[in-house]
């Protein structure tokens, strides 16, 4: 990971909040990215298009095949989201294409700053009192015009949802005032709120549709720059420009995200000119890309942190020095180089290194010694200690495959490794009904992150370890309460101190965020949390 890149980065509530109290007003930038997302990386169970580019023996200069067409872009994912909805999931596959079919009332930009998106101003009046001016004439996909009832309903709808409810805890109170203001009265200083309404699980919807139990996994309906029109699961999904999106309309007509799981597929895909851009690109590939002319890579530190996530609530992994045994064990090094090819650096943290404040203090590191010291300290004996880990996709595979290395040479444990489909993999590891997975979470600031991965009002939600310790909820909420940045800071140590001397779950690495596209793509946009907008893409003549 680009540390220069990362040790930059300024948390959002400290940047959102000096906004709010200047009173501040006017657009936002089309740049943003995730206020959080993953649960784990979203996964997908076949491939669409696959085939044919699996098939291929010869790689064709990009630009040449069906993708060619200046009023089309082909996307080539590994990982197909588990609904279209925005309440219903908090997977980075769902969070892509949420981001394009609707807005939300801020949204961060390629600084990771939370600026407004259908808000047109805001001002903070107190410590807990917010008023929104919303923008006027924003139209749904629907027709109909957006205003404060439907902000209300959307709202209240994350803080029902199970998924995303962690981002509406924040939000406290909403009231109507008129039909393009809206106040919010939080419960106390709320250091992340416009962060928190940057989340896809507080995107607006129409509230009549809401109301009528309307099925948005079947039809979306936001007020994005792009409309979805067709799904065939599992192999691709078709949207269309919204000619009536408040921002202008796209330049591009029709994106189509095509579902090819197998990484060395979606690099054929490309060089055949079957795909236009990789979200995920196989990492092995990344230097072969790199020589091609016809192709650009964006390779860049991001703010993905990963990990193996073990369940807490079950044994061995109750046991807190069985836990740091495992992490002490694992060469992370060797994770970098067999499974990333370079591609990140090594994380002891349990939280992501790049945001203020943040440390490693408390936290194991890759010493065998130790290891075989804290296995001895927890009474355990190895040969009763195996277990199964989950691994999604390829790159984790190959990461589990290390793992199961060390494991097995270092403390004489024995695991198995286990393929899953997204949906599987996303209800058995928040429902808790699993051993071990490789994961990884996503996000714009500490706050956000800290509330997903280790709140335990995020149990059977991101909180996939299923931390329930009293203390770092406390840490958490003092976070969240603390608004002056210089001492917030200060909090978010005393919190990853703590944290890391729990050791939840293994820290692996810092991921690069890293791209491959046609060459003949303008516009593109990458932040680091994640998220291009593709409202912003063109062609170029």
Known sequence: MNKKLSRALVPVMALSLAAGLLAGCGGGSKEEAPATTQAAASEATTAAGGASAAESTTAAPANTGAASARDTLILATANETPSVTTNLHNAVAGDYLNRMTHNCLFKTDADLNAVPDLVESYELNSDTEWIFHLKKGVKFHNGAEMTAKDVKASLDLCKESPEVSQYGKSTGTIEVVDDYTVKITTDGPQAGLLSDLCHHGNAILPADLIESGHDFNKEPIGTGPYKLVKWNKGESLELEAFEDYFDGVAPIKTVIWKVIPEGSSRTMAL?????????????????????????????????SHNFMMIN??????????????????????????????????????????????????????????????????????????????????????????????????NLGIDITLESMDLATY??????????????????????????????????????????????????????????????????ITEFCKAINEECPQVPLYMRNNVRAYNSKITGFNLNAGGTSYYEQFSWAE
């Open 271 to 303: 060089e055949a000119g079957e795909a236009d851009l990789i979200v995920e690109v196989e990492s092995t590939d990344v230097s072969r890309l790199k020589d091609n002319p016809n192709v650009t890579v964006f390779d860049e530190g991001g703010t």
């Open 312 to 409: 807490n609530e079950v044994a061995p992994f109750d046991n807190i020095a069985f836990r740091r045994a495992l992490a002490a064990a694992i060469d992370k090094n060797a994770i970098i180089q067999v499974a990333l090819n370079g591609g990140g650096s090594v994380v002891d943290a349990m939280v992501p290194d790049c945001f203020p404040g943040t440390t490693a203090e408390n936290a194991p590191s890759f010493d065998v010694e130790k290891a075989k010291a804290y296995l001895a300290e927890s009474g355990l004996n190895p040969a009763d200690c195996g277990f199964a880990l989950i691994c999604s996709d390829d790159t984790k595979l190959r990461v589990g495959q290390v793992i199961q290395s060390c494991l097995k040479e």
């Open 426 to 491: 996303l209800d058995v590891t928040a429902t808790g009904d699993y051993q071990a997975a490789i994961g990884g979470y996503t996000s714009s600031n500490l706050l956000a992150y800290a509330l997903g991965v280790y709140h335990s009002s995020s149990i059977n939600a991101s909180n996939k370890t299923r931390t329930n310790e009293p203390e770092i909820d406390a840490l958490i909420e003092k976070i969240q309460a603390t608004v002056d940045p210089d001492e917030n800071v200060k909090v």
